[in-house]
């Protein structure tokens, strides 16, 4: 009586091996379903737009409360700096960047906790956008509540001699990607840390095949 052996015969069901009742049959493929567009719009309005007014005015209305003031006075001619070594310009810029940071944050951890049971790709392009537009809006909302934006009239008002406050300026542009940046980077942090996670498939069971 000769003993069984294992098969090294490896050749799946249907390509001529003849039919294995111990394979797994594969699942079939999931069924593609096109994609909703007017949902994905709806769903990007509905987190950018509140995105854009809130985060936008938090932003604009910290900004001129934590940037520094550019000292200037007027010789009757000309409005100058008071110091001309002065880093308070770069400040203003900075203090912008690092605020957008932190009100993004909070903007992209709070959408991710409103909508954590839906998520999606149109939540994080409405979220990104409304963030960018949030930032513009907050760029003249600082302006418009900073100091007066008219520096000769100003200078006219108080006369010569006298110091007072330059208006708000953002010399670099760039700096208003800190909005932005900090919301959506909280959100994806938010979603790996803390978003659903698809279950992975049960593995197949696989038994050897045996010969006479």
């Known amino acids: 009586m000769i003993a069984p052996q294992p098969s090294e015969d490896h050749r799946t069901p249907g390509t001529g091996g003849g039919h294995d009742p111990w394979s797994v049959p594969a699942p079939p493929p999931p069924a593609r379903t096109s994609p909703q567009w007017g949902r994905e719009i709806r769903t990007a309005l509905l987190v950018g737009l ?20 550019v000292p200037v006075v007027s ?16 400040a203003i810029d900075g203090t912008f960047l690092l605020t957008g940071l932190a009100v993004g944050v909070l903007a992209g951890a709070l959408v991710f906790w409103l909508r954590r049971r839906r998520g999606g790709i149109a939540e994080v392009l409405g979220l990104a956008a409304g963030a960018v537009a949030g930032a513009f809006l907050a760029w003249r909302v600082g302006i418009w509540l900073g100091p007066e934006e008219d520096l000769v009239a100003h200078a006219r008002r108080v006369g010569e001699g006298v110091v007072f406050d330059a208006p708000l300026k953002l010399e670099a542009k760039g700096v208003l990607a800190g909005l932005p940046f900090g919301a959506v980077g909280a959100h994806l942090l938010c979603t790996a840390l803390w978003g659903p996670r698809t279950p992975l498939p049960a593995p197949g069971r696989e038994f050897p095949r045996w010969k006479g």
Do not use: T
């Not at 509140?50 to 003031?69: K, Q, T």
């Not at 110091?83 to 310009?89: F, H, P, R, W, Y």
């Open 50 to 69: 509140p995105v854009a007014v809130l985060a936008g005015l938090a932003l604009g209305a910290l900004w001129p409360v934590l940037a520094p003031r």
């Open 75 to 90: 010789n009757g001619r000309a409005v100058m700096l008071q110091n001309s070594e002065g880093q308070q310009a770069i």
